[in-house]
């Protein structure tokens, strides 16, 4: 790839997601709306609509295109969010493979609840990350490990303490990340400013709050 290409400017949303029958029910989600991809340099854009199960009955229908910067259409996209993805460009009659979900992938999610092996993994507790690391949550990892009533009571006791330390420090910065303005959207995000890498390889976090 060139040079031009890697400096290309690439900004997106997701979808809305919805969890259903979190009371009573078989427990499933749905996607609804619209990702939208914008290259700031090229002003190509590409708009994936997710179309929710209450218009089609259908569970994981997708379809978009990608426009140029004058808005004209030059590729059409359809297909299902959990297994393919199809294209064509405008014009042409057959649609071509963009994705598949590999078949180990799909025989991953049978056995763990929807996850493939790499979504399971990510949880997995690492020594010397920093103590504020969301792996260190304990009531996450009690629910890991099937202690829903020690989950509730951990996420309860760590709600209190977020409460009390938000009342007493209103106006506290993040540690590594700083508020910027987006020049292409003029939207406000946090940029990572940089330190934690350092402070990982000193194994010195004694600058890092108690959140747990």
């Not at 990608?66 to 064509?88: A, C, E, F, I, P």
């Not at 598949?100 to 056995?111: C, M, N, R, W, Y």
Request: charged content about 30%; hydrophobic content about 25%.
């Amino acid at each position: 790839r060139s040079k031009q290409w890697y400096q290309r400017r690439v900004r997106g949303k997701k979808p809305t997601t919805t969890i259903h029958n979190i009371i009573l029910g078989q427990l499933w989600n749905d996607q609804e709306g619209t990702i939208t991809i914008t290259n700031h340099k090229t002003g190509d854009q590409g708009c994936l609509n997710f179309v929710p199960y209450k218009t089609t009955k259908h569970f994981t229908k997708i379809k978009g295109e990608v426009t140029d910067r004058d808005g004209t259409t030059k590729v059409q996209l359809k297909g299902d969010w959990t297994s393919h993805y199809n294209y064509r460009r405008v014009g042409e009659e057959a649609w071509n493979e963009a994705w598949k979900l590999p078949a180990e992938i799909a025989e991953d999610k049978k056995k763990y609840y929807g996850f493939s092996t790499f979504a399971i993994q990510l949880n997995e507790e690492e020594e010397g990350v920093a103590p504020t690391d969301s792996r260190n949550r304990p009531d996450q990892r009690w629910l890991e490990h099937g202690d829903v009533d020690g989950a509730a009571e951990e996420k309860l006791r760590l709600e209190e303490k977020q409460r009390a330390r938000r009342k007493a420090a209103k106006n506290a910065e993040p540690q590594w990340f700083a508020m910027k303005e987006d020049p292409d959207t003029h939207e406000q995000y946090h940029m990572y400013s940089g330190g934690y890498w350092t402070a990982k390889l000193k194994q010195d976090f004694s600058n890092s709050p108690d959140i747990f």
